[in-house]
């Protein structure tokens, strides 16, 4: 569901303070080009309970296993005639090579070590997409069109 020019102000303010309120920080923000990006955001899962990412047990559980983020796009088609929202949201997967697994057993798995690295004060490390978060796309849209005053889309029904 599209809302009017005039609006667009208002639902970018909206899109804003809602990344704001769950702990989002924006890395491009271009209104003229109707784009907001987030840096990703590091949760742990049922380690990190003020946080909303998650949606069931299943999504605390993964988080808390494996070093997942979540990354924030917003954009609005176009900004200048009858716009369109749309949120997405992309779950990353922090993966650091090196690793050197023990088959007689996991306890005396180790991590290579680059010493330059080291002294730099650096690990590598490199962020893999390993899916999306609908249900998080859609509390975070809920949540814009609650501030900036439009209506939620009904949901697609079969007839």
Do not use: C, N
């Amino acid at each position: 569901m599209g809302f009017e020019p005039e609006r667009y102000p208002a639902v970018f303010d909206a899109a804003m303070r809602t990344l704001g309120e769950w702990r989002f920080v924006p890395d491009r923000i271009d209104a003229a080009r109707g784009v907001i990006t987030t840096y990703p955001k590091r949760t742990a899962g049922l380690a990190t309970l003020w946080d909303r990412e998650q949606t069931g047990l299943d999504d605390e559980v993964r988080d808390l296993l494996h070093q997942h983020e979540r990354k924030v796009r917003i954009t609005f088609d176009p900004p200048e005639e009858p716009s369109s929202l749309l949120v997405e949201v992309a779950i990353l997967r922090v993966r650091r090579p090196g690793w050197r697994v023990e088959t007689d057993a996991l306890r005396f798995s180790s991590y290579s070590v680059d010493p330059g690295l080291r002294r730099r004060g650096e690990q590598p490390e490199y962020r893999e997409v390993i899916g999306t978060d609908p249900d998080l796309e859609a509390r975070l849209d809920a949540r814009i069109r609650e501030l900036a005053g439009i209506a939620t889309p009904a949901p697609f029904t079969h007839d």
